[in-house]
């Protein structure tokens, strides 16, 4: 089971930090994933990141601002959403799988959404 937590309302420029607890499996055993739905448009995928940790990818659209970061010790991973646009405003979800970790919407385990707004 995958939580997702840490969404809110904050002005551009703002910064919020998400979190995914995992439970009920070997959280260390997945790659993960953050995917957000913006108003109206399909799921876009924003960041994943491997087993380990050690490699990270992202989306353009956030390179450089929305860092992606786990714990496999507390079963969480996080994205911290720094310099946000009102662009980013959408329902975000975590992921997981065994041995996948692009950026296609395939992804066998799924979290409920946390909503981040980003006014103008």
């Known amino acids: 089971q995958l939580q997702a937590s840490g969404g809110g309302s904050v002005q551009a420029g703002g910064s919020l930090r998400l979190s995914c607890a995992a439970s009920?499996?070997?959280?260390?055993?997945?790659?993960m994933a953050w995917f957000r739905q913006p108003p109206g448009k399909e799921h876009e995928f924003v960041s994943s990141i491997t087993r380990s940790g050690k490699t990270t990818y992202y989306a353009d659209s956030v390179k450089g601002r929305f860092p992606i970061s786990r714990d496999n010790a507390k079963n969480t991973m996080y994205l911290q959403m720094n310099s946000l646009k009102p662009e980013d405003t959408a329902i975000y979800y975590c992921?997981?799988?065994?041995?996948?970790?692009?950026?296609?919407?395939?992804?066998?385990?799924w979290g409920q959404g946390t909503l981040v707004t980003v006014s103008s």
């Open positions: 009920g499996r070997t959280f260390s055993r997945y790659n």
């Open positions: 992921a997981a799988d065994t041995n996948y970790v692009g950026a296609r919407y395939n992804y066998d385990y």
